[in-house]
């Protein structure tokens, strides 16, 4: 499968609105805020651990998509 079949069909998977909603806007941020400080709250309250607040608080280079087809 050459490049452009391959970005074509995850368009055209990403395009179904039976699976997919489409957003105005990108609420990855304000999510991963919320969750930080979650976390964060957590670890003062030392109900976890610094070693699970490591592995709880998000990165910040999250992958826009990835896309695995069936051939």
Not at 22 to 42: A, F, G, L, S
Not at 46 to 54: A, F, G, L
Request: hydrophobic residues 30%; glycine residues 2%.
């Amino acid at each position: 499968m050459n490049k452009n079949d391959y970005f074509n069909q995850i368009e055209e998977k990403l395009n179904d609105l039976n699976v997919y909603e489409q957003v105005k806007n990108d609420p990855t941020t304000i999510i991963k805020t919320e969750i930080n400080k979650k976390v964060t709250k957590m670890l003062e309250q030392n109900k976890i651990t610094d070693h699970n607040k490591y592995d709880l608080t998000s990165i910040d280079d999250l992958p826009k998509i990835r896309g695995q087809l069936k051939l």
